[in-house]
T-cell receptor, first 113, second 114 residues
Framework: DAKTTQPTSMDCAEGRAANLPCNHSTISGNEYVYWYRQIHSQGPQYIIHGLKNNETNEMASLIITEDRKSSTLILPHATLRDTAVYYCIVRAYSGAGSYQLTFGKGTKLSVIP | GAGVSQSPSNKVTEKGKDVELRCDPISGHTALYWYRQSLGQGLEFLIYFQGNSAPDKSGLPSDRFSAERTGGSVSTLTIQRTQQEDSAVYLC????????????FGPGTRLTVL
């Protein structure tokens, strides 16, 4: 599986954009980049995913570099409720129809008032 | 709409007892995954269901762990003769189809083995 590298922690001022980077230099051509977040004591929450093109939804934007070796998750106007651990995942086919997810340590984002 | 639900939310048991954890996936989701997350650790895959079949059980840590799924819907993870190292949050996720659609997670069951 392609591994990802994320900063351990980041701070962001409330109301500002939070830009969370992720490196995935060994990603294969058919592997998607997924982002989830986990607020303390809750299950992981899906945010966004993409293959090659930039993506935007109601929660965030995902910018993937042309060579697909890195990506950035953008929360356009961070709020205190966005404080969480953010996981960047390269989702690979595991065989037998399974696409098991592997979470690393993630980035702990702290939104500061 | 309704998301993935899990019960119980918390379970405290004594070492050596059996426990059953339940997952109700999103309606219509044919793929179901069980994971566990130990304190401060990443996500550990346990088992994958497609319908009622489990083509990938490679993550089950020992034969004390088993899971079943009935009617292509509800799944139960059973841990027999629980050990203290089984203490973790057990998470269930479901997705629309086997081709790898987005997985949506439940809130988890926190298992504590005393």
């Amino acid at each position: 599986d392609a591994k990802t590298t994320q900063p351990t922690s980041m701070d962001c001022a409330e109301g500002r954009a939070a830009n969370l980077p992720c490196n995935h230099s060994t990603i294969s051509g058919n592997e998607y980049v997924y982002w989830y977040r986990q607020i303390h004591s809750q299950g992981p929450q899906y945010i966004i995913h993409g293959l090659k093109n930039n993506e935007t939804n109601e929660m965030a934007s995902l910018i993937i570099t042309e060579d697909r070796k890195s990506s950035t998750l953008i929360l356009p106007h961070a709020t205190l409720r966005d404080t969480a651990v953010y996981y960047c995942i390269v989702r690979a086919y595991s065989g037998a129809g399974s696409y098991q997810l592997t979470f690393g340590k993630g980035t702990k984002l702290s939104v500061i008032p | 709409g309704a998301g993935v639900s899990q019960s119980p939310s918390n379970k405290v048991t004594e070492k050596g007892k059996d426990v059953e954890l339940r997952c109700d996936p999103i309606s219509g989701h044919t793929a179901l995954y069980w994971y566990r997350q130990s304190l401060g650790q990443g996500l550990e895959f346990l088992i994958y269901f497609q319908g009622n079949s489990a083509p990938d059980k490679s993550g089950l840590p020992s034969d004390r762990f088993s899971a079943e799924r009935t009617g292509g819907s509800v799944s139960t993870l059973t841990i027999q003769r629980t050990q203290q190292e089984d203490s973790a949050v057990y998470l269930c996720a479901s997705s629309l189809q086997e081709s790898g659609d987005t997985q949506y997670f439940g809130p988890g069951t926190r298992l504590t083995v005393l």
